[in-house]
């Protein structure tokens, strides 16, 4: 039996007390974050001037705010799963980093970029986690646990600005839905559909990763590039600017009167939108537009197939794209249950998010070089 040992259990304490109190910091530090970010967007595009291409305006300042961000203080926002795999390997954040790469994802959000706050979330809480870890004392061998402390933290704040802020129910409503057995094989095709439709988003973006390749560190040109380049897309189709969670809304709307080919159209024009702005400067996460274009190319096969319900299509179709991209099947399980908050969906969206990853494990997006 192990003896008492006062001291340890006192540290104990002393570790839980601060990986609480830092969770609750950096909850609240991203619910400050994300208010700061809603009155940003609100002031650029709510009441818009009647200006000819306004968006094409907006877009391109804010494409050359970011180059100018990163020019003058580097790029130091990776990619959403180079910055996990950095921390699975370091077990750290640089916290010196923090204010500049939120600043660049605060940037490219309300400039109109096709991507999540997930990167603002990931780093602001593994920034705060590290922090802590490397500046309280005795903490010094606790720096990976309190960093992932500190990025749960920021992620449960995300939750609640969302449903504090949000409209009622789920973020991605769709019918209600009673289990049927036969529905599984549907949802394990439409898994590898998913997947397929991934897979177009990772090839896209090492696409227009290679073009850009050349004017590396040259954050100015790339950045009027890129916003010329969203601008266009976002004037001829509005709804594939931001992260898509209030989009999808419309979408769901609309698309019976847009017709299934138009929707699968538009899911392509968001693949563009997101990895264009991703290989470009923008900064930000690609779980919201995947889970956008996921949830209309769910809704296009519902028209196309009406015998699936699209209590199945949307979360199914949404799971395969997003395990493609993400390569983490329960979190991606977890993730679309919590924005559809159907649980009679939940062993669809397991057995499309399990088909979904098996089909596309050998498809990887990262960068491969850092800048």
């Known amino acids: ?23 609750v910091a950096a909850g609240g530090a991203m619910v400050i974050f994300l208010a ?3 009155v940003g967007t609100t002031l650029v595009w709510q009441d818009q ?12 300042a804010g494409g050359l705010a970011v180059g100018l961000c990163l020019h ?11 910055t996990i795999a950095e921390f699975r390997k370091s077990g750290r954040f640089e916290p010196a980093h923090l204010p500049v790469a939120l600043l660049a994802v605060y940037l490219s959000l309300i400039a109109g970029a096709s991507l999540g706050p997930e990167v603002a979330a990931i780093d602001l809480g593994g920034g705060m986690g590290t922090a802590a870890g ?5 903490m010094a061998t606790r720096v ?4 992932t402390a500190g990025i749960l933290g920021s992620l449960v704040g995300f939750g609640v600005y969302v449903i504090l802020t949000g409209p009622a129910g789920a973020l991605y409503p ?3 839905y009673a289990f049927a057995l036969l529905d599984l094989v549907a949802a394990a095709a439409l898994g590898i559909v998913g997947g397929a439709a991934g897979v177009a988003f990772i090839a896209a973006y090492h696409v227009f990763h290679r073009l850009f390749s050349p004017l590396a560190g040259r954050h100015l040109l790339r950045g009027v590039i890129g916003g010329v380049g969203l601008g266009i897309l976002g004037t001829i189709t509005p709804v594939v600017l931001f992260s898509g969670q209030t989009e999808f809304r419309e979408v769901l709307a609309s698309g019976a009167a847009l017709g299934g080919l138009m929707l699968l159209a538009l899911v392509g ?7 264009w702005c991703m290989a470009t400067v923008f900064k930000g996460g690609p779980v919201f537009p995947l889970f956008f274009a996921g949830g209309t190319l769910g809704m296009a096969v519902n028209l196309l197939v009406p015998a699936v319900p699209l209590a199945i299509t949307v979360p199914a179709a949404m799971a395969g794209m997003t395990v493609a991209v993400l390569k983490a099947p329960w979190v991606v399980v977890l993730l679309v249950v919590m924005v559809i908050m159907q649980w009679t969906v939940v062993p669809a969206v397991a057995v499309a998010t399990i088909a979904g990853y098996l089909t596309t494990r050998w498809a990887v997006l990262c960068s491969g070089e850092g800048e």
Request: aromatic content about 8%; overall charge neutral; glycine content about 4%.
């Open 1 to 23: 039996m192990t003896p008492y040992d006062p001291v340890t259990v006192r540290e104990s304490l002393r570790f839980v007390l601060v990986a609480v109190i830092l969770a």
């Open 36 to 38: 700061v970010q809603s």
């Open 49 to 60: 001037p009647p200006l000819p291409f306004f968006t094409l305006i907006v877009a391109t």
């Open 72 to 82: 003058l203080f580097g790029d130091h926002v990776g990619l959403l799963q180079e």
């Open 134 to 138: 490397e500046r309280m004392r005795g």
């Open 144 to 147: 990976r646990d309190l960093s």
């Open 174 to 176: 769709v019918p209600p």
């Open 269 to 275: 024009v968001k693949i563009l939108a997101s990895t």
